[in-house]
């Protein structure tokens, strides 16, 4: 049964790769998607002539007024979907969340200042029992971005924090019913991380794109809720110990 | 620019090698020194050779007390008369790679040899596995003169019954090949009997292997984070608790050469 169980969540970790790189595909070739979009968004009304109009006036006069609505309707729940399209793809090395992560993200706010990522990572069996996938959810604030000229600009901040899971069997969020409530008083399955960094981006000039228009490399200096409470106590560990580095590019999709 | 990419890939070289970069907080990935207990109890057989009366120390839970670890290593040094030193188990907290590793690295100064059983915290994640590759196997026995000292897991409630916890066969393995010259026996173990971390089921059947043992001295265990010393099962065999390391106290037994004298005492720093 463990087996099985095993297997399946081998095959869910694959869909979600296969789902991963899928978004690669269809927005490379963007500009057709939204051409189609866009005439599937219109409601095509066959052009009558003037007699059949005048012929029909008296019959239909409140259809405009619904086909409007619809077609209002019929924007929004496609406009609403269309926010769901990831922006960007991230790969991260390092920082807790696997030793390498990749997934995707959305880039939002008035300036693009906050990013939402999705990550898929993997952490290698080293002296464990197996191998093990992990997720996280990772917020980032970027405040400023400072034009260096030649396509280049620096994010001289970037901060935010990410809370990362990991798949295994030896994992709890909630103590197993054996042990009495609040035992542990701590989840071993649920990390909560912060971070600062910096970034520095290249857009891609327009002749050059293929699948990014813009590429960003970051690194980070985060630290988990595990290394922060042993810090809080203790002199003994320095900011060596509680303190991690990671490092990541950002291909930006459009 | 050329110059600003130059010194990002200098960075990440310099960075590759570093501790800094971490796959995960349980990615079990260890550095340094592994299979100390093994190493350690050969050091304190070869040192303990024919002597029949020594010193040993006990601290225990440790866990996310750093500095008090470093300081009882450094004042158990200082005394200069401890011949080993007994950990009871919860070295880490949340069984997270990271917090052995900087215990290990702390109990290394010791100067004499020390040896350390499993705790419930240790079985957390991934830690029973790292406690296996940096200490060796959870259950394990060695000879100090003429005493044999019987270091169990008894942290039942981690493995939910899906592995002998204790293990009757490793004691019954014991009694039977019980080295030459044995006269005394002491036990070391994480959890007491009747604690719920326990298998409670058999508390008074593990009672009945401890006694079969020659000449049971006492019973060491930490877990409660208090100082006890209670006749569990009142047959006469003590149990001693080490209270955890954040009280600043440790525990100094001596070994005399007479079959029930042995000294006892708690010393705070």
């Known amino acids: 049964m463990n087996m099985i169980m095993k297997q399946l969540n081998f095959k869910i970790v694959l869909l979600f790769l296969t789902i991963y790189v899928c978004p690669h595909r269809t927005l490379a070739q963007k500009d057709t998607l939204l051409y189609r979009t866009l005439i599937q968004d219109s409601i095509l009304i066959p052009q009558k002539s003037q007699a059949t109009i005048e012929e029909e006036e008296g019959i239909f006069t409140e259809v405009p007024k619904h086909y409007r609505k619809y077609d209002k309707r019929v924007h929004r729940y496609r406009s609403a979907w269309e926010a769901l399209i990831p922006t960007h793809t991230k790969i991260q090395y390092a920082g807790g969340m696997g030793l390498l992560s990749w997934g995707i993200g959305w880039d939002y706010g008035k300036r693009g200042q906050w990013e939402t990522d999705l990550l898929l990572g993997f952490i290698p069996r080293y002296s464990s029992r197996h191998f093990k996938m992990t997720m996280t959810l990772k917020q980032n604030f970027i405040p400023w971005s400072v034009y260096l000229g030649k396509d280049f600009s620096l994010e001289p901040l970037t901060c935010g924090l990410y809370f990362n899971t990991v798949f295994s069997d030896d994992f709890w969020t909630e103590e197993p019913d054996r042990y009495p409530h609040g035992y542990y008083g701590?989840?071993?399955?649920?990390?909560?991380?912060?971070?600062?960094g910096q970034r520095i981006r290249f857009d891609v000039p327009e002749k050059y794109r293929k699948f990014s228009k813009s590429i960003t490399a970051f690194y980070e200096i985060s630290s988990c809720d595990f290394y922060l409470v042993s810090a809080f106590t203790n002199s003994y560990l320095t900011p060596l110990d509680y303190l991690r580095l990671s490092f990541g590019l950002k291909f930006q999709i459009f | 620019m050329r110059k600003g990419n130059l010194l990002l890939l200098l960075l990440i070289v310099c960075f590759t090698s570093c501790e800094m970069l971490e796959s995960h907080p349980y990615d079990a990935h260890i550095t340094g020194e592994r299979g100390i207990n093994a190493k350690n109890c050969e050091r304190i057989e070869e040192a303990m050779k024919g002597k029949k009366t020594f010193r040993f120390a006990m601290i225990s839970d440790t866990q996310r007390w750093y500095d008090e670890t470093e300081k009882v290593v450094e004042k158990i040094n200082e005394r200069g008369d401890?011949?080993?030193?007994?950990?009871?188990?919860?070295?880490?907290?949340?069984?997270a790679t990271k917090e052995f590793l900087w215990m290990r690295d702390i109990m290394k100064g010791f100067q004499m040899p020390f040896v350390c059983v499993l705790g419930n915290h240790d079985c957390l994640g991934t830690g029973e596995d790292v406690y296996k590759a940096i200490y060796g196997n959870p259950n394990f026995a060695f000879t100090a003169g003429n005493v044999r000292f019987i270091c169990l897991n008894t942290n039942a409630m981690e493995y939910d019954y899906s592995q002998p916890v204790p293990d009757f066969g490793f004691m019954e393995d014991e009694l039977t090949n019980l080295p030459e010259g044995i006269e005394k026996t002491v036990f070391l173990m994480h959890v007491k009997p009747y604690e719920f971390i326990f298998n409670n089921n058999v508390a008074r059947v593990f009672q009945e292997y401890v006694k079969q043992f020659p000449n049971v001295q006492f019973c060491l265990y930490g877990h409660e984070h208090q100082l006890t010393v209670d006749d569990l099962f009142g047959d006469g065999i003590l149990y001693y608790q080490c209270p955890n390391i954040g009280k600043r106290t440790y525990l100094v037994f001596t070994i005399k050469e007479g079959t029930?004298?042995?000294?006892?005492?708690?010393?705070?720093?």
């Open chain 2, 82 to 95: 401890i011949d080993f030193v007994l950990h009871g188990g919860d070295q880490s907290d949340f069984g």
């Open chain 2, 260 to 269: 029930h004298e042995y000294d006892y005492e708690a010393v705070e720093f």
């Open chain 1, 186 to 196: 701590f989840s071993n399955r649920i990390r909560t991380h912060i971070f600062l």
